[in-house]
């Protein structure tokens, strides 16, 4: 779960974003600014954002927020998964990423699968849509939606891309390190029972 601080922080920033979208009286806008001031102020003070990438990076939308939407494709061949190396951060993850406009969750699950593994895959069905606050990801700015689609792989060689250095197939039982702000250990395991199983319920939150 993610700390308090972080939680209280984003809830500020949610509702001065509300109100800088629908408010027009002068002095309320003053306010809801000064309340995306100090939600700017938590997170910088907990973390190491310098206050001003915070700018860009935890209140550039406008209009009512809403979740940030993270797509994943899920592809088990043979028993194994396929997982991708982060350049990043060296870790692995199932390949995915925000989703795109103009782009069904299922292509966009496609797209990121052949960029990042350069493997083109049919999406079958959805496997879970996860809330990261209600899982173990690391703290972060937003507020995520995680959707995990399995896909039916079509051909192609496993590759790296532009973002990930390689692209590979594993067993349940040996895993690489993972990439938690992507994907953790224990949904990792529940897809790897989902996926091989054509009657699993699509699971949520």
């Known amino acids: 779960m993610e700390p308090k601080w972080l939680t209280w922080a984003k809830e500020i920033q949610a509702l001065a974003q509300a109100g800088l979208a629908y408010s027009r009286d002068v002095y309320d806008q003053e306010r809801f600014q000064r309340l995306r001031e100090i939600s700017k102020e938590i997170v910088a003070g907990h973390t190491d954002i310098p206050y001003v990438k915070l700018t860009d990076l935890f209140t550039n ?37 925000w989703g795109d406009v103009g782009l069904t969750p299922g292509e966009v699950a496609a797209k990121e699968t052949l960029e990042e593994a350069g493997l083109r895959v049919k999406p079958v069905r959805m496997l879970a849509v996860y809330d990261t606050v209600q899982h173990d990801h690391p703290p972060m700015p ?18 790296g891309g532009l973002e990930t250095s390689r692209a590979e197939f594993f067993n349940e039982d040996r895993l690489p390190p993972l ?3 992507r994907n953790t250990q224990k949904q990792i395991f529940q897809l790897f029972k989902d996926a091989a199983d054509p009657d699993a319920p699509c699971r949520f939150d």
């Open 61 to 97: 939308e406008t209009g009512y927020q809403t979740p940030k939407v993270d797509i994943r494709a899920v592809v088990l061949e043979k028993g194994k998964l396929l997982l991708v190396q982060e350049k990043s951060d060296g870790k692995w993850a199932l390949p995915g990423g």
């Open 142 to 159: 937003y507020h995520v939606y995680k959707l995990f689609i399995q896909c039916e792989l079509l051909n192609g060689r496993p590759t």
């Open 179 to 181: 990439s938690p702000g």
